[in-house]
Every structure is written in structure tokens, then in C-alpha cells.
């Protein structure tokens, strides 16, 4: 089937697998152009003839480095002339354990590439196409950033502060720019592997809906946030998460 051309262009980082290429695959589906980002040529080369090298095209670089954030922008304008959208989707998790054992350089590093790098993209994109025209940027965050999240501590800080950046960019880029962010539960992704692997039955029997989350969950409540059904959703974040939550009720 073909899909006819949306004229929108989006812009997504971390986008060679998981989460983010869920997303690409959503938005290249509807019509969109699209732009990936991540560290390895490689995989963002398979990605690409995957969803369809007519339509999608890859610029790697580490996600925090301002020089691959305006080479990325500057690319994707250059391709297709514009950057309607933005899926700051970029992350890292290096360490596990307890808080009061937190290397702070650790965590640092986070932080740069969570949140540092999402506010570099953003406002790329807001100078060399929203602030004028218009559009809608994503964060991806995560449930760790909306309760505690043992063990994962830094991880969860960041993702806190992702979505409170979501907020700041969506009081200052209004009217022009809507800005939401998604707070995805467990994602079966290389990334979260280390949550599921060898027990995903076990883990999955704490959903209410009875499994975990898959890239085209995140890769949906993306379209919808950047699609004319949430023309007048800003500010917000959406809980992508089986009903996982439900489970913190009395009784």
C-alpha cells in the first residue's frame, strides 16, 4: 500500500532500534519524513533501508555533542526543508545500584545525555524552523521519572527532569510549539533487557494488561502527540504503562 506524503518532517534521536525506531516506524507509516540519529552508522544504516531510504535518512554522533545536534538539524532541513517534529529519545542508564552509593561523575553523564542533549535539540529545532513555523517536540521519559525508581536512581532524576523540561519548553515555545513528553513503563528493548530477561512471564504478570510494553505502544502515543488530534494537548505527560500504576491503589 502506498502511503501518501503527510509534508511533515520529524526529527527523532536514538532511533536505530528500540523505542525510537517504534516512533520512526509510526511516523514514516502516516506519511511523514524523518530523520534518525544515534552512535552507530551501522545500525542506522539498517534502519534506514528497513523503513525506507526514500523517505529516512541518518546522521550518527553521540547525542550530548552540540556539533551533531546542528549537523543533524542542518541535515534534516537541507533533505527535506523543514523539522516540524522533534523526539528527544536519546538515552543512557550505565549504572545500577543504590542512590547513596551514586558515582556523581555517573551521573553527570546522564543527565548530559538524557536531558542536556534534549534541550540542545530542542532548541535547534525551534531556531531553524518551529519558532516561525510551528510544531510539536516529544520528550521520552519514563516511569522512573514520575515515582521512585530504586536502583536506578540517576536514571530516574534524569527522566524527572525531562519531564519538567517538557514543561518549561511548553510554557515558552506557545503558542507555536506544542510540547509533551511520554512516560513509558517496561519496553521490551535491548535497553531495558536487563528488566525482563530470562523472568518476562514473572514481569509481566504485574500489568494489569498482562504484558509488557513493545516499541509500537511508544511509536502510537508519539503519533498521537504530534498529529492534529492533540492540537490542543501542551504540557502534558502521557503514562504509557500496562496499567502498571494502577498497582500503587489501597487495598
Known amino acids: 500500500m502506498t502511503v501518501q506524503d503527510s509534508g511533515k518532517v520529524a526529527l527523532i534521536t536514538g532511533a536505530s532500534r528500540g523505542i525510537g525506531y517504534g516512533v520512526a516506524e509510526a511516523l514514516v507509516a502516516r506519511g511523514d519524513r524523518v530523520c534518525i540519529t544515534g552512535r552507530t552508522e551501522e545500525t542506522l544504516k539498517e534502519a534506514v533501508e528497513r523503513l525506507g531510504a526514500d523517505r529516512v535518512i541518518w546522521v550518527a554522533g553521540k547525542a550530548h555533542d552540540t556539533d551533531h545536534q546542528a549537523e543533524a538539524v542542518a ?3 537541507e533533505a527535506f526543508g523543514r523539522v516540524d517534529f522533534l523526539v528527544n529519545n536519546a538515552g543512557t542508564n550505565p549504572v545500577f545500584g543504590p542512590i547513596a552509593e551514586l558515582d556523581l561523575n555517573v551521573a553527570r553523564k546522564v543527565f548530559e545525555t538524557n536531558v542536556i542533549s534534549a534541550l540542545g535539540f530542542a532548541q535547534q529545532t525551534f531556531r531553524a524552523w ?7 517536540i516529544v520528550n521520552i521519559a519514563s516511569v522512573a521519572g514520575v515515582s521512585a525508581s530504586p536502583f536506578i536512581g540517576a536514571y530516574g532524576m534524569s527522566k524527572a527532569a525531562m519531564v519538567n523540561l517538557g514543561l518549561q519548553l511548553a510554557h515558552e515555545f506557545a503558542p507555536k510549539v506544542r510540547v509533551n513528553s511520554i512516560a513509558p513503563a517496561v519496553v521490551k528493548t535491548k535497553f531495558a533487557q536487563a528488566l525482563y530477561e530470562g523472568r518476562e512471564e514473572e514481569a509481566a504478570a ?8 513493545v516499541p509500537s505502544d511508544i511509536g502510537g502515543a508519539a503519533a498521537f502527540l504530534t498529529s492534529e488530534q492533540s492540537a490542543w494537548v501542551t504540557g502534558q505527560t502521557l503514562v504509557v504503562d500496562g496499567g502498571i500504576f494502577l498497582n ?3 487495598g
Do not use: F, H, K, S
Open 206 to 213: 504485574a500489568y494489569p494488561l498482562g504484558r509488557l510494553g
Open 75 to 77: 541535515r534534516t532541513m
Open 248 to 250: 500503587a491503589g489501597v
Open 130 to 136: 518551529q519558532a516561525e513555523n510551528g510544531g510539536a
